[in-house]
């Protein structure tokens, strides 16, 4: 199994977050990072796998948790599963090019040591490394709306239909490029509802929980 570099943070943890919109996942895990001096990455993932793979950066922002086809998925686990280099992507769909560019910047920063990751079928990326713990952040979907409403300026109806469709395409992404289903219990560590433990409770709960997972050794939860 894995593990990553040990630096001088406070934890050795790689935290990964999934999250329903409008449930303040991110902003949890910008207090988590800030609480355990490690770095946070959402959309630095997407910079990091533009930079790395030589790719244009508009791209990675298009196709940004979107879902694919069944076709394209199993051509990019194909690929995945036979071993590639950040060379190789030539001659492939440009869906698959970004896939596997975030894929293998996923990696790469796990490699350098704890950090938060934000979405993108990281925990799947990191499924071999024994020092993740995968967390999925939900809220009730009024509490929801109330938060998104506020945030975008907009009415309820309309923050509720922006709230159904990016859950609708974070779910799809998520189903077709890992073995799991998005938002169910059995595919993450633990799951915590942002509306009954409030934002700092939430981010407390996550902290507690690293706490235990490293007093196991690192074991998967």
């Not at 599963?81 to 894929?103: E, R």
């Amino acid at each position: 199994m894995k593990r990553s570099v040990i630096g001088m943070a406070k934890t050795n943890t790689i935290i990964t977050i999934g999250r329903q919109f409008g449930s303040a996942g991110r902003e949890i895990g910008y207090q988590v990072a800030k609480d355990l001096d490690i770095k946070l990455y959402d959309k630095e993932m997407l910079d990091r796998a533009a930079k790395e793979s030589g790719i244009c950066q508009e791209l990675f922002e298009t196709h940004d948790e979107k879902p694919t086809n069944s076709f394209l998925y199993s051509l990019v686990m194909d690929t995945y599963s036979l071993g590639y280099s950040s060379g190789s992507y030539t001659d492939m769909p440009i869906n698959h090019k970004v896939f596997l560019a975030q894929f293998d910047a996923i990696k790469k920063i796990a490699d350098e040591g704890p950090c938060i990751l934000v979405g993108r079928c990281a925990d799947y990326a990191l499924e071999e490394y024994d020092n993740v713990l995968s967390v999925f952040i939900h809220a009730d979907l009024d509490s929801r709306i109330r938060r998104i409403a506020r945030i975008y300026d907009l009415t309820d109806a309309k923050a509720k239909d922006m709230i159904v469709k990016t859950d609708k395409k974070r779910a799809s992404y998520y189903n077709y490029y890992s073995n799991k289903k998005w938002g169910a219990a059995e595919s993450y560590d633990i799951c915590l509802d942002s509306s009954k433990l409030g934002r700092e409770g939430t981010a407390e709960a996550i902290e507690r929980l690293i706490e235990i997972k490293e007093r196991r050794g690192d074991k998967k939860l």
